[in-house]
């Protein structure tokens, strides 16, 4: 994986060449590209021998125009307040791309939590939610799992929260638990979207994806159901990787019994059903029909999407390729669906477990994955005609003039406080 573009840059130079094709002035299109603040703080937290260790944190609230902000929260040794920044914007086009009711805002705790004990981890979640506390709220800013996080860390920020403001207000973070008011179908949401959009791309290029090859970057949360649901689709899931090594059988996977050798054993390295093993890179220029980039940014820059033969990628990760693989990818018949659009499934339940929290009233599984289809499929619809109706090169520059559009909408029928 290389890591050579800034994403705090990746993120302004998808909106300039987005704007190119919209009647956009330039003093409001500046107004987007910059987030509306940036909170930064350093965590004092205790550790189990009793030590004191500080943490670098962020939280950005990148723009508001069209609702609270909303974006989640990652642990990882890798963040960085430009990271933090890019992630929230990119939460705005994507929460206008599927037109929910929210703006956007993304945070960072640099921590490997792989280091720190259970109880340390609880310790630094609640840490962070305490400096968020005076942020964060219902109706101003909605924080959700990302890298790293999960249910677990969003019961301990709703509870240091409730405990703090002495109130009940589930609302004020999504991604929860079902028991702590979290929605039905929330964790296999991102993966849901992802399917979705690629059934949906296959769909439009007159193809069956229940012919396709595939593989899958990342077997985590977003790329493993991802992966099981493109499976059950009828696709051949030919490769998967995660950060133990990637494994490859042109017969295809078994997606649910890689998923228990990770369980087991901590990766998908060593399944024994795999014909080989191979490098992340190999996965990335394997020549499958659909591709899903589903770990970390930058996973694909110019010189390696040179060597890319898919027809169609489907980002489930944020920002999986640099502007200059978007560049070189343009100039081929590779479809890159962007991420706003394949992992918005995840935003969007996490919009519907909001709307049953602040109704107290809650809907079945069935119901999340129906509405969940809807909002995709005609977010997926208004993509391929904005990528029709205007001059752009690549479906991700639609997808910000689509975006764009809404929120420039939202701001000026709001008029401009002094
Ligand atoms: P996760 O931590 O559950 O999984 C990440 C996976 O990527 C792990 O399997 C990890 O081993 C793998 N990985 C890390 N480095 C790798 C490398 N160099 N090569 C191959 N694999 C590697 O995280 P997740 O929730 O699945 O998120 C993955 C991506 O999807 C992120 O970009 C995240 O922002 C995005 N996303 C997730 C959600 C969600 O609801 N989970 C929503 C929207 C976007």
Redesign the pocket.
């Known amino acids: ?1 290389t890591n050579e573009a800034n994403p705090f840059e990746s993120l302004q130079s998808q909106i300039d060449s987005a704007a190119v094709h919209l009647d956009v002035s330039a003093d409001v299109l500046e107004r987007l590209k910059r987030p509306e603040r940036v909170l930064e703080t350093n965590l004092t937290v205790e550790m189990d021998d009793g030590s004191i260790e500080v943490f670098e944190a962020f939280r950005s609230q990148f723009n508001g125009d069209r609702g609270p902000y909303k974006g989640g929260i990652r642990f990882h040794p890798g963040v960085t307040r430009d990271e933090v920044k890019a992630l929230s914007g990119w939460m705005v086009y994507k929460t206008a791309v599927v037109d929910i009711p929210y703006g956007g805002g993304k945070g960072g705790v640099v921590i490997d939590p792989s280091e720190y004990s259970e109880s340390e981890l609880e310790r630094v979640t609640r840490s962070f939610a305490t400096e968020l506390r005076p942020f964060i709220g219902v109706n101003k800013d909605i924080p959700a ?4 996080t999960g249910q677990r860390e969003m019961n301990w920020i709703k509870d240091t929260y409730e405990t703090l403001e002495d109130t009940t207000e589930p609302g004020v973070i999504t991604g929860k638990a079902p028991d702590s008011g979290g929605s039905l179908g929330r964790v296999e ?2 993966g849901r979207s992802t399917m979705l959009t690629a059934r949906e791309a296959f769909d439009w290029l007159g193809r069956d994806i229940a012919d396709a090859t595939v593989a899958v ?7 493993w159901i991802a992966a099981k649901l493109i499976q059950d689709l009828g696709a051949d899931v030919v490769a998967v ?3 133990s090594g990637a494994i490859h059988n042109p017969d295809g996977l078994d997606t649910r019994d890689v998923k228990a050798h990770k369980n087991e054993t901590g990766g998908v390295a060593g399944y024994p059903e795999a014909a080989e093993e191979f490098g ?1 890179d190999d996965l990335l220029t394997l020549d499958v029909d659909l591709l899903v980039p ?4 930058n996973a694909i820059d110019a010189d390696l999407a040179v060597d890319v033969q898919a027809d169609v990628i489907a980002e ?3 920002g999986p390729l640099t502007p200059g693989a978007d560049e070189v990818l343009a100039d081929t018949d590779t479809y890159v669906f962007p991420d706003i659009l394949t ?1 918005a499934g ?1 935003v969007t339940v996490s919009y519907f477990e909001w709307v049953q929290n602040r109704q107290r009233f809650y809907w079945s599984e069935e119901r999340v994955n129906d509405e969940l289809e809807v909002i995709i499929v005609d977010a997926f619809e208004d993509l391929v005609a904005a990528y029709e109706d205007h001059d752009v090169e690549t479906l991700r520059e639609a997808a910000y003039v689509l975006a764009i559009q809404r929120v420039v909408d939202a701001f000026e029928e709001s008029g401009t406080w002094p």
């Open positions: 994986m799992p990302d890298v790293n949401a991102t970057q990342g077997y985590g949360n977003a790329g990787s995660d950060s992340n589903a770990a970390l940014e489930a990760a944020n992992n995840g």
